[in-house]
Nanobody, 120 residues
Framework: QVHLVESGGGSVQAGGSLRLSCAASGYVFKMAWFRQAPGKEREGVAGIIVGSIAHYRSSVAGRFTISRERGQNTAYLQMDNLTPEDTGMYYC?????????????????WGQGTEVTVSS
């Protein structure tokens, strides 16, 4: 397990952008962003594995971009054209790449979360 620290959340109007960052205390093979809206289950937003392509939830594909600096244990989530439906607490997760990226049980390290609020 590693320690994860997220930053970059905030409040924006619909159509705006935010960039989330997640810094890990050590090397991780798979990183992802999850989110949880009030009264809803946690859902995978985007995931990335070292040396592999990025994966996205269909509702954010084309608007969000997950990236990871080569050789660095930091992941980013660039969120553009935000909508009120993107509102929620966003969590960074890290873990071994032995399960589908969108499954929360595949991660053994979680950040404390950063809140994203999009107003219409």
């Amino acid at each position: 397990q590693v320690h994860l620290v997220e930053s970059g959340g905030g409040s924006v109007q619909a159509g705006g952008s935010l960039r989330l960052s997640c810094a890990a205390s050590g090397y991780v093979f798979k990183m992802a962003w999850f989110r949880q809206a009030p009264g809803k289950e946690r859902e995978g937003v985007a995931g990335i594995i070292v040396g592999s392509i990025a994966h996205y939830r269909s509702s954010v594909a084309g608007r969000f971009t997950i990236s990871r600096e080569r050789g660095q244990n930091t992941a980013y989530l660039q969120m553009d054209n935000l909508t009120p439906e993107d509102t929620g607490m966003y969590y960074c997760a890290a873990g071994p790449a032995n399960i589908a990226w969108y499954k929360a049980e595949g991660y053994d390290s979680w950040g404390q979360g950063t809140e994203v609020t999009v107003s219409s």
